[in-house]
């Protein structure tokens, strides 16, 4: 009995492949409340997420948002129509001048916000039509309704690149925090107790191993099952 493979264990969905998601507390979405002014209460970190997250008080109502780049405790920020622009301030798309960077833009009125959420991304406004088109930052120009939220600024956490993991173990709690997998060793550098195409004397991919097409997709590894071929 050898192991399971990787994507068998991923797939599964537990213990450190699981995600951590009694880490996370927020989707940072566009709060459904009325137009108003909120303050900056502080700033937070949620695991598995890159940018931080500001603590906004609109009265009684607590939400998080995605923190612009330099945004401050204690600052005003904007919901709604009306407000300047001014980084933090969230607002109809239609209303925002072109050239203006935003982010956390939605894709239909009320979704939340879908573009632009990552740290150091924007879209810029490029125009109002019948509809607003978008210069998203793959460079694609996308179009949007005009009822769409998006906030002024550009999402904070920009610099993480710069700054080098130094050693392999960092980068490996970083991807173990997302859920992801960080390193993939190859099937013919493996024993044959652990993969299809481990073993020999050489690296080469096993030609006797051969799965059932009805197995799981974790399993199939190697040749398919032969199958005898219908007459027409």
């Keep these: 009995m050898g192991k399971r493979l990787i994507t068998q264990r991923r797939g599964r969905g ?4 699981r995600s951590p998601r009694h880490l996370r507390f927020t989707n940072a979405t566009h709060p459904r409340i009325k137009p108003g ?10 695991a598995g997420r890159i940018a931080p997250l500001a603590k906004i008080e609109f009265g009684k109502v607590k939400q998080f948002m995605i923190a612009p780049d330099g945004l401050m405790v204690g600052q005003q920020v904007t919901f709604g129509a009306g407000g300047e622009i001014v980084a933090g301030n969230t607002m109809p798309v239609g209303t925002i001048p072109e050239g203006t960077l935003v982010y956390n833009v939605e894709s239909q009125p009320g979704d939340g916000g879908k573009f632009a959420r990552t740290a150091g991304t924007a ?3 490029v125009g109002h039509a019948t509809r607003t088109t978008l210069l998203m930052p793959s460079g694609k120009f996308k179009d949007v309704d005009k009822k769409c939220l998006a906030t002024v600024g550009l999402v904070s956490g920009g610099g993480h690149k710069e700054k080098p993991f130094a050693k392999s173990g960092k980068k490996f709690h970083a991807y173990h925090g997302k859920a992801k997998a960080y390193f993939k060793v190859k099937g013919v550098a493996m024993n044959p107790v652990n993969h299809p195409h481990g073993g020999g004397g050489h690296p080469h991919v096993g030609t006797q191993s051969s799965v059932g097409r009805n197995t799981p997709p974790g399993r199939k590894v190697g040749r398919l099952a032969p199958q005898r071929k219908k007459k027409v």
Excluded: D, P
Excluded at 14 to 17: D, E, L, N, P, V
């Design 14 to 17: 537990f213990g450190r492949y």
């Design 37 to 46: 002014n909120g303050t900056v209460m502080g700033l937070v970190h949620e």
């Design 123 to 125: 879209a810029t406004i």
